[in-house]
């Protein structure tokens, strides 16, 4: 399309001397809005019938024009009443504006965007009406973001890789309206990392209550959606967790999430011991061998036992489980315990869903969490640091297990 002449733009903002003038309720921007659309809209009908206004064509031609029908269109322009053309046949469908639209398309992505950022039906409100001079109702932000629910289940059962290295199981727990009641549930999370060492959410479920038997349907889900191996499982100390690993993925090395045992440790220590606490603990999963951890943590358990004696006990007891990567070179065990995939993600969601008390429904935790994680993949585009050093040696200590790349 070719750009406005001057000289009708100059002559167009002559009498705008403030804001109001430009954009505020039958401003410029609305009056221009109007004017094009009703213009287009009329040229629309001539087409359709066949000829002009008064022109002598149309007589006896079977179809006329009859008149306009109002109606409000909404967008980032603000609302806009336009008369829409209308024939005696009632045969004209406007393509400009089709039947029941009464908004533009981008108008649309607008409301899903602050939705996504976990902004409540109230705040979506108020921010189109600030920005745009739009009232919009409950309604209708309901309906356009209802849009995204066929497209969550496309995504939820879309076809997955068939191998990934390093997948991370976690759940999060939110509160949701079920039988009139609000309880809470889980969110259950498989994020995994490719071959080519990207992160990539697999997929979200939701259950009543964490536990090891959900999980059990949820790996089978990802069997049945093509993984054939998963390298690394990092979860949480979930009872029976291990084992209904090992019952879809027999050869998976499970590991207890570094991240999760580090945050669990600190959970009573106070903020000027926390950097020091944190230093120490660094000393025994970044030990060379499993036997160096282990005089590491002793050495930890002397220090600290008289102001924190639950951190060492916690990780004598969870040593089993914290303690197989110490089988594996340096570079592997690196990216297992460095990458805090699965708490950035929490993090994220957890600020997304701090303005919800609770969701009226499943389907709506879906809807606002398959729109959050949209936004938040949109930045995994590089892979994991350091991750070709530990790609070539996960080929090498997998090799029988892994595609050639």
């Not at 899903?112 to 409950?138: F, H, K, N, W």
């Not at 309906?143 to 066929?150: G, M, P, R, S, Y």
């Not at 997929?203 to 349907?217: C, D, I, P, T, Y």
Request: proline share 4%; charged share 25%; glycine share 6%.
């Amino acid at each position: 399309m070719s750009k406005l002449d001057k000289k009708l733009v100059d002559e167009l903002i002559k009498n705008c001397k403030t804001q109001d003038d430009f954009f505020g309720e039958n401003g410029l921007i609305q009056s221009f809005v109007k004017s094009v659309m009703e213009s287009a809209l009329k040229a629309g009908l001539a087409t359709h019938l066949g000829y002009e206004k008064h022109d002598p064509k149309g007589y006896n031609s079977g179809n006329s024009r009859n008149g306009t029908m109002p109606k409000t269109l909404k967008g980032e322009f603000g609302e806009v009443d336009l008369g829409i053309p209308r024939d005696r046949n009632g045969s004209y469908t406007p393509q400009l504006l089709p039947k029941n639209q009464t908004r533009f398309e981008g108008f649309d992505d607008k409301i899903i965007s602050l939705y996504a950022r976990g902004m409540t039906t109230r705040d979506i409100q108020a921010q189109l009406q600030d920005l745009y001079g739009v009232e919009v109702s409950p309604t209708l932000i309901s309906n356009v973001t209802d849009a995204v629910l066929d497209e969550v289940k496309i995504w939820q059962n879309r076809s997955l890789s068939s191998h990934y290295p390093i997948v991370y199981l976690d759940a999060i727990v939110i509160k949701v309206k079920d039988n009139k009641q609000v309880i809470n549930k889980a969110i259950y999370l498989a994020l995994g990392v490719n071959l080519e060492g990207q992160k990539e959410l697999l997929g979200m479920w939701v259950s009543q209550n964490e536990g090891a038997k959900f999980w059990l349907s949820v790996l089978t889900k990802l069997k049945n959606r093509g993984v054939e191996d998963i390298l690394f499982a990092c979860i949480d100390d979930l009872s029976g967790f291990v084992e209904a690993i090992e019952t879809i993925y027999p050869k998976t090395i499970t590991q207890l999430c570094i991240v999760h045992v580090i945050r669990s440790s600190l959970k009573y220590v106070g903020y000027k011991e926390r950097k020091k606490v944190v230093s120490d603990l660094k000393t025994i999963y970044q030990a060379a061998t499993v036997d160096e951890a282990e005089l590491a943590l002793q050495a930890f358990a002397e220090k600290w036992d008289k102001q924190f004696p639950s951190i060492s006990r916690l990780w004598f007891d969870k040593w089993a489980n914290i303690t197989p990567f110490f089988h594996y070179p340096p570079e592997i065990r690196r990216v297992l315990y460095t990458t805090n995939a699965i708490e950035s993600l929490n993090m994220t969601l957890r600020k997304i869903l701090k303005n919800k008390r609770f969701f009226p429904s499943d389907e709506a935790v879906f809807k606002q969490l398959y729109l959050g994680l949209k936004n938040i993949s949109k930045k995994w585009t590089m892979p994991i640091r350091n991750w070709n050093t530990a790609m070539s040696r996960f080929m090498i200590e997998f090799e029988d297990r892994l595609p050639p790349l």
